[in-house]
């Protein structure tokens, strides 16, 4: 089954550390509304993170670095997962 994909962009992001802490923060959000729902339902978000200018240097390469970490973390080997650090 597909699914939706969307951006978000933070100002001030500057190392990955902490790039790294908002994803998780998003995460912990999406979990929190998801155990509300009945059971049965399967969800589930795939995060992923690029720093500028460490991953890329212009906003194509920062999604592109972002995707490649995303489908890494769904463990989708059909995608390059090595824009960096591949996490």
């Given at each position: 089954?597909?699914?939706?994909?969307?951006?978000v962009?933070?100002?001030?992001?500057?190392?990955?550390?902490?790039?790294?802490?908002?994803?998780?923060r998003?995460?912990?959000?999406?979990?929190?509304?998801?155990?509300?729902?009945?059971?049965?339902?399967?969800?589930?978000?795939?995060?992923?993170?690029?720093?500028?200018?460490?991953?890329?240097?212009?906003?194509?390469?920062?999604?592109?670095?972002?995707?490649?970490?995303?489908?890494?973390?769904?463990?989708?080997?059909q995608?390059?997962?090595?824009?960096?650090?591949?996490?």
């Amino acid at each position: 089954m597909g699914g939706d994909e969307f951006v978000v962009m933070l100002e001030g992001v500057a190392v990955t550390d902490t790039a790294e802490a908002a994803k998780a923060r998003i995460g912990e959000a999406l979990d929190a509304v998801w155990v509300k729902l009945p059971p049965g339902i399967p969800v589930g978000a795939s995060l992923g993170h690029a720093v500028y200018p460490d991953d890329a240097g212009d906003a194509e390469g920062l999604y592109a670095a972002a995707d490649a970490r995303m489908y890494a973390a769904k463990g989708g080997a059909q995608r390059d997962a090595s824009p960096g650090d591949g996490r």
